[in-house]
């Protein structure tokens, strides 16, 4: 199985990635860290998943550039933008929030899967609620990599 993670937190991404080596064999991962060098991405590769943050920046972050603010939304516009260019990739978003954007503008993660499946129903395939402290992401995130397993792509190897 190809996947491409866009993940901006170090230690978020330290951890999936860990997992997904951990769990599942003859697995091909690609990374990227903002809201421009994953729709890079996208447009020159070919990916069964895509693990997607919601708050990403808009560049990556580098030694010489902050990446600029990071976009509660980022992951939804990136989501728009697939859907804009046909790019038909599944997308599970990954997210250590439960709440987006500020005041008037806030919406719950449940309210946020929602729209999601709204607007992007061909794209959009759900949502984990990662936290660091717990485990049960690792569970959440497998059962929705199942629709990905070996009677539907025989690349991945589940072990465990």
Known sequence: MRILLIEDDENKRNQIL?????TY???????????QSGL???LVGAYDIVLLDMTIPTF??????DGGRPQ???????????????????????TQFDRFGEH?????????????????????????HYDSSLEGWKEELASHLVDFGPENNEDIDSRG
């Open 104 to 128: 008037r503008n806030a919406v719950t993660l449940e309210q946020l899967d929602a729209m999601l499946r709204r607007e992007h129903s061909n794209l959009y395939r759900g949502s984990v």
């Open 40 to 42: 890079k991405r996208l």
């Open 60 to 65: 990556d972050v580098t030694g010489v550039d």
């Open 18 to 22: 860990a997992f997904l080596k951990a």
């Open 25 to 35: 064999t003859l697995l091909e991962l690609d990374l990227a860290g903002s809201y």
């Open 72 to 94: 509660a939304y980022g992951g939804r516009e990136l989501l728009r933008q697939m859907s804009r260019r046909g790019i038909l990739t599944p997308v599970l978003v990954i």
